[in-house]
């Protein structure tokens, strides 16, 4: 019986490992050169989405978290 359910223990957990990666997707090395945006805060100000190609010279309310923009461009990007 203890066997039985060790067996059964550990198909439960693959199942679960299987399920988590599935939802998690493809990982991504966080490296460099793999930044979301570029901030240039001298001599201009300047703010460049990556992913979007989407920039602003607002710098203070991006700082500052207004980020809505942003987030706006990238749905539109996946849509």
């Not at 001298?42 to 992913?51: G, T």
Request: proline share 1%; net charge positive; hydrophobic share 40%.
């Amino acid at each position: 019986m203890k066997i039985l359910y060790a067996k059964l223990c550990h198909l439960k957990e693959k199942e679960k490992e299987a399920e988590l990666k599935k939802i998690k997707g493809k990982t991504v090395s966080v490296s460099w050169g793999n930044q979301i945006r570029s901030y240039v805060l001298y001599p201009y100000k300047l703010i460049k989405d990556l992913r979007t190609g989407l920039e602003t010279s607002d710098v203070e309310s991006v700082l500052d978290g207004d980020l809505e923009e942003f987030i706006i461009a990238e749905i539109k990007l996946k849509i």
